[in-house]
């Protein structure tokens, strides 16, 4: 089973920007659907956005739509969540998964990096 890291967490200010990024050890993430989601402090963990293993289709939460971007580069076995305009409510972990379709994770996560938005 491929094993997802994730890279790219840390503290920003609000309206700030952070790229995260998922890559696999010893597995191809280029037949797969990929997504990120997150959980909060106190709360529910929560589909962030998606792409098609192609990466002709993505999807995001409302609450992202319009600052995040998902994407993917299959050559570097690599996707990444570009985020900007950030807000003190998408401080969380957030985490990288794989095999899902849109807001359904599938069966494979990374151990998540902490983003943390300071007003």
């Known amino acids: 089973q491929a094993q997802l890291v994730e890279f790219g967490g840390g503290l920003v200010q609000a309206g700030g920007s952070l790229r995260l990024s998922c890559t696999a050890s010893?597995?191809?993430?280029?037949?797969?659907?990929m997504g990120w989601f997150r959980q909060g402090p106190g709360k529910e963990r929560e589909f962030v956005a998606a792409?098609?293993?192609?990466?002709?289709?993505?999807s995001y939460a409302e609450s992202v739509k319009g600052r995040f971007t998902i994407s993917r580069d299959n050559a570097r076995n690599t996707v990444y969540l570009q985020m900007t305009s950030l807000k003190p409510e998408d401080t969380a972990v957030y985490s990288c998964?794989?095999?899902?379709?849109?807001?359904?994770?599938?069966?494979?996560w990374g151990q998540g990096t902490q983003v943390t938005v300071s007003s």
């Open positions: 010893g597995h191809t993430l280029s037949a797969y659907n």
């Open positions: 792409v098609s293993w192609s990466g002709d289709t993505t």
């Open positions: 998964n794989a095999g899902g379709r849109n807001s359904t994770p599938g069966p494979v």
